[in-house]
């Protein structure tokens, strides 16, 4: 949620952290601040809204120094409001920036009150600069001060540290929460994502969960979990400062529309040999998983669980394999049975979803013995908690509404679907066939991004609506869903989905000529049944807006409006459909007016429950 950023170097760090708090603004933008030390004081200022705010008040009122922290926040605890932005400050001595939430921060307050602290802000973050403050009384050094103050926490954390009695030192430490440090040529710097400091480096350590790191101008050292000194390794990272531009688009979400044929591309690359898919691709030991699973369990949250959805019917009705899909919040808090032959498959863009890991590691706790993810970072916490992975190779995805992680999701679960279906229903045939579509899917993309332009002028028909439908069969049931969300997240229109035979169980009760409906129409074996619920929406006035497949040939009727979307094949066609009512959604929101790649309430990278 909330995206940090520290360094330490010989040159002022200000202008760094500024950079780097905007490359990380998709992870909160409800307010922005920065603490450095200068001449053994903390110089700090805050500022509500997003980082152009902060930036002009830094114009009027600069801070200079070698060492310091800086903060964009996602409100959890506290409303926005300058009291409530980070960084917090205990005695001018302890500044703090905190991602995750602390659990037992009421109880920790009530004992700092009675030990005679103030509080000046609504959040959880100011127990922890309070503790470290009392810690540092009885050790005089921040780094075990550190130690002494984290044991206290309950709750997931990343925190950057700073000290004026101490100032030639940065703490980092991390739990449930990413932290990467970034190494320098003499210097650090500290960020919940590579892209915040692609600008000064592009080597990288991921601390690992429960590292607490003391970082100097000449010396990095790494404790774990239990206090002992630890090597982390440092990796290069493949991203370039231009992977997190916009270049000549104008928003982000609309760049990541149209990145998604080279990122299935890349998601497709190095994991076919001859045409054949490649079990070592999901990890060494993919094949002795593979051959030992009779049940897929899915795990996810928000668009990754709609990814699930569509798997779950690629899992049963192409390798026949049973297959059920989970809301992450969901699962791990019910008494779910998990059996020791079921592989569980968490999906996640950032690998760091609070709810999903924790689901996962509820799974484990009742004897699941077999998982996977499916994520977009490699180094991220679930990779490490699971058995196997693949990554998606979406390239950063900075827009908060997500598009080109979820059709690279599809992808990946397809190739899932193709290695575990082999041992069970797939035959070779229907193997070749899909994978010669999902190397044909790229091209079928460009072809639908064609759209573009019909779809700018069919969005002048949402720009006073209030509400939506969306409606679909089969795979493209979740895809309306997706479609939805898409809708409701960045245009702030009220859009629901439903399963296309359902609406006569309700939702029919909605339908008057105010209210669109949006249908995904390709041409399968659904489709007669689709025509059927199609009428019912025009026999009552509703504004019918069909994808339907270019193929089809439908009677003329002034009360449809018909999009022909390229030809795909039925297995990926679920992919494709995807695009269109992305750059509905899109266009609708440009004509709205909101704020496209970071929607109001919203943030990009869930990291707290």
């Known amino acids: 949620m909330c995206g940090i950023v520290g360094g330490i170097a010989q040159r002022n760090v200000v202008p760094i952290l500024l950079e780097g708090l905007k490359r990380l603004e ?162 650090y710097f500290i960020a919940s994502d590579v892209a915040a400091l692609l600008p000064v480096t592009q080597r990288f350590i991921f601390l690992e969960d429960g590292d607490i790191a003391a970082i100097r101008l000449d010396k990095l050292v790494i404790y774990d979990i239990d206090g002992r000194v630890v090597n982390r390794s440092i990796k290069e990272s493949k991203l370039t400062v231009d992977a997190v531009d916009k270049g000549d688009y104008r928003h982000y979400m609309l760049k990541e529309i149209y990145e998604q044929p080279f990122a299935i591309l890349q998601t497709l690359e190095g994991r076919f040999i001859n045409n054949r898919l490649q079990e070592s691709s999901f990890g060494h030991n993919a094949c002795e998983v593979f051959d030992n699973i009779k049940a897929i369990q899915i795990i996810a949250c928000g668009t990754s669980y709609h990814a699930g959805l569509v798997a779950r019917y690629w899992f049963e009705e192409i390798a026949r394999v049973p297959c059920s899909v989970e809301v992450a919040s969901e699962f791990r808090y019910r008494t779910p049975v998990v059996t020791e032959d079921t592989l569980i498959v968490t999906i996640s863009q950032s690998g760091e979803t609070a709810d999903t890991l924790a689901a996962l590691q509820e799974a484990k706790r009742l004897g699941a013995k077999y998982s996977l993810t499916i994520c977009n970072v490699p180094e991220s916490s679930l990779v490490r908690e699971s058995d196997l992975a693949l990554m998606t190779r979406a390239g950063p995805e900075i827009g908060v509404a997500s598009t080109k992680a979820f059709t690279t999701q599809l992808v990946v679960l397809l190739l899932l679907v193709i290695a575990v279906g082999r041992r069970f229903k797939l035959s070779g045939k229907v193997e070749q066939k899909i994978t010669c579509e999902l190397f044909d899917l790229p091209g079928n993309i460009e072809k639908i991004l064609l759209l573009n332009n019909e779809i700018k002028v069919l969005a002048e028909q949402f720009a006073e609506k209030h509400h939506a439908l969306f409606l679909g069969r089969g795979t493209h049931y979740p895809i309306a869903m997706e479609g939805a969300l898409k809708l409701k997240e960045i245009s702030y229109i009220h859009a629901e989905a439903y399963p296309a035979g359902e609406l006569k169980h309700g939702p029919l009760a909605l339908i008057d000529s105010d209210m669109p409906v949006v249908t995904v129409a390709p041409n399968n074996s659904l489709l007669e049944k689709l025509k059927s619920n199609m009428q019912e929406v025009s026999a009552r006035g509703g504004q019918l807006i069909v994808f339907m497949d270019e193929t089809l040939n439908p009677a003329s009727d002034d009360s449809v409006r018909i999009i022909k979307v390229p030809q795909v094949e039925n297995e990926v066609s679920a992919i494709a459909y995807t695009i269109p009512l992305q750059l509905l959604a899109y266009h609708v929101a440009v004509l709205k007016g909101t704020d496209i790649d970071q929607p109001r309430n919203l943030a990009k990278s869930v990291t707290v429950e």
């Open 26 to 187: 998709y992870r909160g933008y409800d307010s922005a601040g920065m603490a450095i030390i200068n001449n053994r004081q903390i110089c700090r200022q805050r500022e509500v809204g997003k980082v152009k705010g902060l930036e002009l008040l830094l114009e009027s009122h600069p801070l200079s120094g070698n060492v310091g922290i800086a903060h964009t926040r996602w409100a959890t605890h506290g409303k926005p409001s300058t009291a409530n932005a980070h960084p917090h400050v205990s005695g001018n001595k302890v500044a703090v920036v905190h991602n995750g939430i602390i659990e037992n921060h009421e109880l920790l307050k009530n004992m700092q009150l009675k030990n005679g602290h103030e509080f000046t802000s609504q959040t959880d973050t100011e127990v922890i600069v309070h503790e470290i403050y009392d810690a540092m009384k009885a050790t005089n050094d921040l780094v075990a001060a550190v130690k002494l103050a984290i044991k206290k926490l309950d709750g997931a954390y990343a925190l950057g540290i700073v000290s004026v009695d101490d100032p030639d030192v940065l703490v980092a430490c991390r739990k449930g929460s990413p932290l990467v440090i970034g190494v320098g040529i003499g210097e």
